[in-house]
C-alpha cells in the first residue's frame, strides 16, 4: 500500500477548501465536467459538494461508494483517494491514496486496501477519465451543440387558408434568439385587392405598443420594399430581413374582397 501525509501547505495548493473541508474541481484540456476537450479530465468529488459531479459516500472501514459519474470507471481511472478525517481539522489528520495496486472497482464501490475509513468522513475521489468527445481513431475532439438555435424555429406557417375575411388580418411571431427571418408565399385575390405590410418593435406591450412598418429585401424582384399588393391577380412573394433582429413580428395582410387565397411562411436564423 501506498498512501501519504499531504501538508497544510499541500492542501491548499491542490485547492483544499478548510472552511468547507472539500476540494475545487480541477481539470486539465476539459472543462471539469466531462465536456471539454480530448485531454485528460480530473474529477474531485467531496460527498455533499454544491459542485460535486458525483457523490462519494462511506460504505466499510475499506470501501467507499462513487456514483454520478458519466462513466463507468476502473481502477486506473482512479488518481487519488483522499480521506478527510472528520475527527481533525487541519490537513496533517488527512490521508490520500494514489497506488492503484490497492484499488478493486466493482459497480462503483471502491475497495481500498489498508484503509481506515470511519463512517463520519469525507472522501475526495479523483478521476482521469477520457473525454467522451475524443475520437482516437482520427485524433480529433467531436463537438456538438445541444438544440441549436438554428433549429428553433426552421420553418412555420404563418398562414396557409382560402377567403379570407375583407378586414385587417394580423400574423403575429416573435424571434427570440434569432436575427435573420425569410418570409415567401402567395397572395391570389378574384374579387378586389390583397396588400400585405411587415411590421416590428421591440416593445413588450405586444397589445399598445407601436408596430413600425419595415422594408424587406424583395428577393424575387430585387429591390427593397415594404408593400406587396395584388389586385384581381396572382402574388408570389420572397423577402429577406437580415440582421433585423427585432423581438415581435407581425405580418399584416388586408383584403377588400373575401375570395382570396393568403399563404405565408417564415423560416428564421441566429447565424
Known amino acids: 500500500m501506498s498512501n501519504s501525509l499531504l501538508s497544510e501547505q499541500q492542501y491548499l495548493a491542490a485547492g483544499y477548501d478548510s472552511d468547507t473541508k472539500a476540494f475545487r474541481t480541477t481539470s486539465v484540456g476539459g472543462d471539469g465536467s466531462g465536456s471539454g476537450g480530448g485531454g485528460t479530465t480530473f474529477y474531485a468529488k467531496p460527498a455533499g459538494a454544491a459542485n460535486s459531479d458525483a457523490v462519494v459516500a462511506y460504505t466499510s472501514a475499506t470501501t467507499i461508494t462513487v456514483t454520478g459519474l458519466p462513466f463507468t470507471f ?25 497506488d492503484v495496486s490497492d484499488f478493486a472497482v466493482s459497480s462503483g464501490v ?93 416593445d413588450e406591450d405586444t ?40 423581438k415581435h413580428w407581425r405580418v399584416e395582410v388586408v383584403a377588400s374582397g373575401a375570395t382570396n387565397t393568403v399563404i405565408v411562411k417564415k423560416k428564421v436564423t441566429a447565424l
Request: glycine share 6%; proline share 2%; no cysteine.
Open 207 to 246: 397589445t399598445s405598443g407601436d408596430r413600425i412598418q419595415i422594408y424587406g429585401y424583395d428577393d424575387k424582384n430585387n429591390i427593397t420594399t415594404n408593400s406587396w399588393t395584388v389586385t384581381n391577380g396572382t402574388l408570389t412573394f420572397a423577402i429577406s430581413f437580415n440582421n433585423a433582429n427585432y
Open 74 to 98: 476502473v481502477e486506473t481511472d482512479i488518481v487519488s483517494i483522499r480521506q478527510i478525517i472528520a475527527t481533525g481539522t487541519t490537513a496533517s489528520n488527512d490521508t490520500v491514496f494514489t
Open 110 to 202: 471502491i475497495t481500498v486496501t489498508g484503509a481506515a475509513f470511519g463512517a463520519t468522513d469525507v472522501f475526495v475521489v479523483t478521476f482521469a477519465a477520457q473525454v467522451k468527445a475524443y475520437q482516437p481513431a482520427n485524433a480529433s475532439n467531436r463537438q456538438q451543440e445541444v438544440n441549436p438555435l438554428n433549429d428553433k424555429d426552421p420553418i412555420s406557417s404563418l398562414v396557409d387558408t382560402t377567403n379570407v375575411t375583407a378586414a385587417t388580418h394580423d400574423y403575429d411571431f416573435t424571434m427570440d434568439g434569432s436575427k435573420n427571418v425569410s418570409i415567401s408565399g402567395k397572395l391570389i385575390d378574384a374579387d378586389g385587392t390583397l396588400t400585405m405590410k411587415i411590421y416590428a418593435m421591440n
